[in-house]
């Protein structure tokens, strides 16, 4: 698995807790409304920054599966 391969892993795992959380902050008897709250503008915050780096390395990764190898390759002099 390419490194670029391994980050994209790893920002999907961080969404899919983030989105976890999320969903369970309804059931968080402990938190008052204002935490709350904070704490879903955060989360949503997070995703949101996690979510255009997650397309684009997402998109790179695709690119790299369509591109030949050969122009891996240095340019020829």
Do not use: G, H, K, W
Request: net charge negative; aromatic share 2%.
């Amino acid at each position: 698995m390419a490194a670029t391969e391994r980050y994209v892993a790893r920002l999907e795992a961080l969404d899919a807790e983030t989105e976890r959380l999320l969903e369970s902050i309804p059931d968080a008897a402990a938190f008052d409304d204002e935490t709350r709250a904070q704490t879903r503008r955060r989360l949503r915050e997070v995703r949101a920054q996690l979510n255009p780096l997650s397309l684009r390395l997402r998109s790179r990764v695709d690119a790299d599966d369509c591109t030949p190898r050969a122009a891996d390759d240095p340019p020829r002099e």
